[in-house]
């Protein structure tokens, strides 16, 4: 049944405000250690109006456990129409983001092997059928297994069979629109991340031509 005001209040009661933008709050942690996940309804006239963001969220969380990918786990979905938001409380996925490993990186880091497991986690997703347009080092977690998971997992496309090669060049795309990731990936001219991609995709996919792909990707836009 869809709440009131009074009880997305109760519902947030003691929370830290994780994330913000203009419209409110988007990202909250709860007292407990969960979180809770802010979707703000826009247009009326969208796919978000039959399909809202927050329950695709939800869809996507049971598909990625059921295909083995570490994501975060719903705890439950709750609409709130007065003030046009849906919720999701979750239990959070345990580690640190790619992009924090980064920024924090010290001589320690084997930069090199980590662009390769990224390789090889972006290969899986694609051979799973897994289109992840919020695909990005903030977006990719490093567990406490040392398993890569997925975060922020509402905008993403999961088919059953592994992506076209077309789809898979428009998701690098995606994994460097942002200056810092692009960096960081293209380093040493994609090499590493080819190299294990294509290990992991199989036949029909080489590594020159991966760092080529990635070369041509004009995806420093952020």
């Known amino acids: ?102 920024r924090d990186a010290g001589p320690e880091t084997d930069a090199p092997a980590l662009r390769a497991r990224l390789g090889r986690f972006v290969a899986e997703l694609h051979g799973l059928g897994i289109f992840f347009r919020s695909i990005h080092l903030g977006n990719i977690v490093l567990g406490e297994s040392c398993r890569l998971g997925l975060i922020d997992i509402a905008d993403m496309k999961i088919g059953s069979r592994p992506l076209s090669r077309f789809k898979r060049k428009r998701n690098f795309a995606h994994l460097l629109r942002y200056r810092e990731d692009r960096a960081w990936l293209l380093a040493d001219g994609g090499k590493a991340f080819a190299e294990a991609y294509a290990l992991q995709a199989g036949t029909g996919y080489a590594a020159p031509d991966l760092q080529a792909w990635l070369d041509a990707t004009d995806g420093a836009e952020r």
């Not at 997305?8 to 419209?23: K, Q």
């Open 1 to 102: 049944m869809p709440g009131k005001r009074t009880d997305y209040l109760a519902l947030r009661g003691g929370a830290e405000v994780i994330e913000a933008d203009g419209h409110g709050e988007k990202v909250l942690r709860l007292p407990d250690g969960s979180y809770l996940k802010v979707f703000r309804r826009k247009r009326l006239l969208s796919s978000a109006a039959w399909y809202p963001y927050a329950q695709r969220f939800v869809d996507n969380a049971a598909s990625l456990a059921r295909l083995g990918v570490p994501c975060p786990r719903v705890i439950h979905v709750h609409r709130f129409p007065i003030i046009r938001r849906d919720v999701v409380h979750y239990h959070p996925l345990p580690g640190i983001t790619l992009r924090q490993i980064v």
